[in-house]
């Protein structure tokens, strides 16, 4: 068990100190560990990439990419730790991100088919936004959390330390390792929808003097959905091994291996009419019973780390992913007013992408008279072959109504045309960033420079065009602690972001760039708790948008500003209570555009906040957890090809979310039995739309799980 947090007296005399009282009215071992759970002693310190201890990480690599005391990095990044995504039952990132301020599910190019999300105002690229420990993966798919210690969100433009990626931020999933001791977790959900799912995390050695460690996450899922004739199945399974070949030289690998196979109506949402979210029960399937969606993917993954002494470190990560998916679903066209609307056929035929990525950093700390540096010297490598196999629309179109849809065979699965389309999308960057403390550790400046090189083509239709664009950016912050457990800090920092080109329109564009200003503070409240205030100006050009006279080429939207409030707080209030809270303002609008001077971006509430509270009561083993999740009201569009016409509103709303779970232990193995109701008072809510009305996201309706949990 790893603990963070100290005390004036010795840990072990406090442990014990307080825990005297329970074991003399229950001497048995789990009675012991669920109050030395709650006692926060001195032991090994967190691990920027390891576990955290409750709710409140205090150090993460994410930021800055070295070991970094979050009090000490002139950035905003926020942790969810894997504690409360097990007490949340989080089952997808979307379950783990609402805990984050300005960060929001949003639907992506292929609906729900992958992970999307808006981080301050902007979207993050639906097909690499994600990053699996530092490194940038393919996210089709909407990824699996069984195997993730962490989810770290970086807030701002993040292309310094991780190449070309849209501003708003980035998104990474920390791992988990394999670790000395040894257990076994095994856990059995069940819930709504004949919701069925088994999942497994089994750690040890397979050496006598520990040398070599593994470690097995495993997860199989099945559920009818909550639309009519739907289904989601799911496997996962990741196994890994890591050697530590010498005291300074270890070497870990592994491969992830997901497959996922669901009704096409489970991602596309709904529609709309002249009014907005036409009103139809949830569980109405607009789309047919037989579209579906299934991919696989495979990542394999190498990661070697040497210490040369206590000062100077080199690190290699290497991933390589393999993945292909089938689509042979429907694309819906608004409705009327009647709730009359329109089904063809949308889909692709084998698609395939194969990704290669690395990254190789050095780091080593110094010192220059009365400054402490820490310097990261590093170069990485992404490269990107894809080929839909055929991306197919059109046909036939099969006439149906919102309150009585026609599930008939569909004449345009034997009708539709289809279309070439693939790219490849090659960056090489190289950077470097000097974290420097001094002032007796008080005065903390960060600097870094990156060079990127890219070179990006696409083929659609009958035509391609390509682009190689060529960066260099920067970003500095300054940091200074006004007490020990309280500081202020300021940043700016620039990226890069997508190549900009109409292929159709044989037109290459200036790159997508972006800007931000932050300024900021924390503060640990006490050793378990901490809050994070910034305050932002985040402005991305060069945004395109499609050509209002030809919806087929691509035209230059513009400048967009975002700027906004946020608010974090995390950790451990007294020795049984547990809270994680967070509110964000956001403004995001075009502030450049000859076509949408003033207008806001479609799908991000001004105003979001969470609050998750859980409470332990003492040794008794039962605890209690509960939770909203605010949304204010969202702007919608009725055409994407001119987003400043039509606008209508996807209305505000609230989830409640509630939980209990008690601990036992049966034949001496700790148990854990637990109960989670999301959106417990079945609210009916839209967070996001694509940008017009034939693709309006849903959120889930009321979803009750019960699990249990054996740990030996």
Do not use: C
């Amino acid at each position: 068990m790893s603990h963070s947090h100290s005390f004036l007296l010795h840990p072990l005399t406090l442990a014990l100190y307080l825990a005297t009282p329970v074991f003399a009215q229950n001497d048995t071992q789990l009675e012991q560990i669920r109050v030395l759970k709650t006692v926060k002693v001195e032991a090994d310190a967190e691990a920027a990439g390891g576990p955290v201890d409750g709710y409140h990480a205090q150090r993460s690599a994410t930021g800055t990419k070295t070991d970094t005391p979050l009090l000490e990095t002139p950035v905003s990044v926020q942790v969810v730790s894997r504690e409360l995504m097990d007490d949340q039952q989080v089952l997808t990132i979307s379950d783990a991100i609402k805990n984050v301020s300005g960060v929001y599910t949003r639907q992506g190019p292929d609906g729900n088919t992958m992970d999307s999300f808006n981080i301050r105002g902007f979207q993050v690229h639906s097909y690499g936004g994600s990053y699996m420990d530092g490194v940038k993966d393919f996210s089709r798919a909407p990824k699996e959390t069984q195997g993730l210690e962490r989810v770290e969100v970086l807030k701002g433009p993040s292309a310094i330390m991780y190449g070309r990626i849209e501003p708003g931020g980035m998104i990474n999933r920390v791992s988990k390792k394999p670790q000395a001791e040894e257990f076994t977790k095994l856990q059995q959900q069940i819930g709504s929808e004949n919701y069925f799912r088994t999942t497994l995390d089994t750690n040890g050695t397979l050496a006598a003097n520990q040398t070599l460690l593994y470690r097995v996450n495993l997860a199989v899922e099945n559920s009818d959905g909550f639309k009519d004739d739907t289904e989601n199945k799911r496997v996962y399974i990741a196994p890994q091994i890591e050697w530590h070949a010498t005291e300074k030289t270890s070497v870990r690998t592994g491969v992830e291996y997901q497959e996922n196979d669901r009704s096409w109506a489970l991602t596309y949402g709904t529609v709309g009419n002249a009014n907005g979210p036409v009103d139809v029960p949830i569980s109405t399937n607009l789309h047919d019973k037989d579209d579906n969606y299934r991919d696989d993917s495979t990542s394999w993954f190498l990661t070697w780390n040497h210490e040369f002494n206590e000062n100077w470190n080199l690190q290699q990560r290497i991933t390589y992913v393999d993945r292909s998916s089938v689509a042979q679903g429907s694309l819906l066209s608004a409705a009327d007013l009647a709730g009359n609307y329109t089904r063809t056929y949308w889909g692709w035929d084998d698609e395939e992408a194969q990704i290669a990525s690395t990254n190789l950093d050095l780091t080593g700390k110094f010192s220059t008279g009365a400054i402490d540096h820490t310097l990261l010297v590093g170069i990485d490598y992404f490269d990107e072959d894809y080929d839909s196999g055929g991306w197919a629309s059109g046909g036939t179109a099969q006439p149906s109504n919102v309150f009585n849809p026609n599930h008939n065979d569909a004449p345009y699965d034997l009708n539709h045309p289809s279309s070439k389309y693939w790219y490849t999308n090659k960056n090489t960057g190289a950077y470097v960033q000097d974290q420097m403390a001094m002032l007796d550790d008080r005065l903390h400046i960060m600097v870094g420079l990156r060079y990127d090189d890219a070179d990006y083509y696409s083929f659609f239709g009958a035509s391609g065009l390509g682009a190689r664009d060529k960066q260099t950016t920067w970003r500095g912050g300054v940091l200074y602690k006004v007490i020990p457990t309280a500081s202020i800090y300021a940043s700016y920092v620039e990226g890069f972001g997508s190549s900009n080109t109409s292929a159709q329109a044989g037109i290459v564009f200036d790159p997508q760039t972006s800007n931000q200003y932050e300024i900021g503070t924390k503060i640990e409240l006490t050793p378990a708790v901490g809050i994070t205030v910034a305050a932002f100006q985040l402005v991305k050009d060069n945004l395109t948008m499609a050509d209002p006279n030809d919806i087929t080429k691509i035209i230059l939207a513009g400048e967009a500003t975002s700027k906004g409030l946020e608010i974090d707080l995390s950790g451990q209030i007294t020795d049984y209570w547990k809270i994680v809270a967070s509110y964000a303002y956001t403004d995001v609008r075009y502030t450049r555009s000859d076509r949408m001077q003033g207008e806001r971006l479609h799908s991000v509430p001004r105003n979001g906040a969470s609050l998750w509270n859980s409470y332990h009561f003492g040794a008794s083993g039962w605890q209690i957890g509960g939770g909203i999740v605010y949304r204010s009201e969202r702007l919608g569009l009725q055409r994407a090809t001119n987003p400043a016409l039509y606008p209508y509103m996807m209305d505000a709303y609230t989830l409640l979310d509630v939980m209990v779970a008690y601990e036992f232990d049966v034949a001496k193995l700790p148990v854990k039995a637990q109960l989670n109701i999301s959106n417990a008072t079945d609210e009916t809510y839209y967070p996001s739309t694509y940008g017009n009305l034939n693709r309006i996201a849903q959120g889930n309706p009321r979803s009750i799980i019960a699990s249990i949990n054996v740990h030996f």
